[in-house]
């Protein structure tokens, strides 16, 4: 590197990388982490541990759990519409929780402070982290669940039957799938978003976990508050169940629209605080 600058008589200056070379390093750092993929194993062994359970128990049902039996295309949505209360959200606060908290506790946020990529687009960088595990969580998730809603549960011929009675399709029920995946990342993407804002505020990567783990429990107990109905609609939380809409004919796209524009309001509002807090913060 230095070669190359002394030869062409330049000086290394701010955002002089290539950002496709810093998002495939963080990406690959990311992925490689041994917690990351013993979570990814960990997470792909739910939805095989729901279709056991549902075989074992060999009994149908009103709920989400119960039309998983003999209907194994309704596995993944069921998986990651329960999954997204806990544990989802904790594998992105992890990853949050090490893209800067966890860089500064280590010592090696301020070499990247100092490095020439530029404030900007180390939060990019940052940010497009805890995406790519958000992502790989959910396919991870929405992938199994569909082998094993097909293999162990089965189904007629890989069509879906809906909450509403009426039967879809392989390709319109990988549809449904696809589409309650996409809005479970969003659902993530924000939670993502305010766990980066908090870690860009501390060294302590334990404390972002607990702030997001906590938020989301404050969050979930105002929800179920009659008197606080009012606060409803400002509350992360309160679209979490809205994935399963996505197993009604005619879909219903109420609470999946409501509840992603809130999924954008806090991303939009986390990412200005990670971005302000970074270009602020002392190398």
């Not at 954008?264 to 986390?270: F, H, M």
Request: hydrophobic letters at 55%; proline letters at 4%; one cysteine or more.
């Amino acid at each position: 590197m230095t070669a190359s600058l002394v030869e062409t008589g330049t000086t290394p200056h701010r955002g002089s990388a290539p950002m496709g070379r810093l998002l495939g390093a963080e990406m690959r750092w990311v992925l490689r982490r041994p917690r990351t993929l013993v979570m990814l194993g960990l997470f792909a062994l739910v939805p095989i541990l729901i279709a056991i359970g549902v075989v074992v128990a060999d009994r149908g049902g009103n709920g989400l759990i119960g039309a998983i039996a003999g209907n194994g295309l309704v596995l993944p949505v069921v998986a990651m519409t329960l999954m997204l209360a806990l544990l989802l959200p904790l594998a992105v606060g992890m990853a949050a929780a090490d893209a800067i908290a966890g860089e500064a506790a280590h010592g090696t946020l301020r070499g990247l402070l100092l490095a020439p990529v530029g404030r900007g687009r180390l939060v990019v960088m940052k940010a497009f982290g805890v995406l790519v595990v958000t992502v790989v969580a959910t396919l991870v998730v929405a992938v199994v669940g569909v082998v094993a809603g097909l293999v162990v549960v089965g189904g007629a011929d890989g069509t879906l039957v809906t909450l509403s009675g009426t039967t879809l399709g392989f390709g319109e029920a990988m549809g449904r799938v696809g589409i309650a995946a996409l809005w479970t990342v969003g659902q993530l993407a924000a939670v993502g978003a305010i766990a980066l804002a908090i870690s860009a505020f501390t060294e302590h990567p334990l404390v972002v976990l607990a702030s997001v783990l906590g938020g989301l429990i404050v969050f979930g107990v105002l929800g179920a508050i009659p008197a606080l109905d009012w606060l409803a609609p400002y509350l992360l939380t309160t679209g979490f169940s809205a994935g399963a809409d996505v197993l009604r004919d005619p879909m219903s796209w109420g609470d999946i629209g409501g509840s992603t524009l809130r999924a954008l309001c806090y991303i939009a509002i986390g990412g200005g605080i990670t971005t302000s807090r970074m270009l602020t913060r002392d190398a």
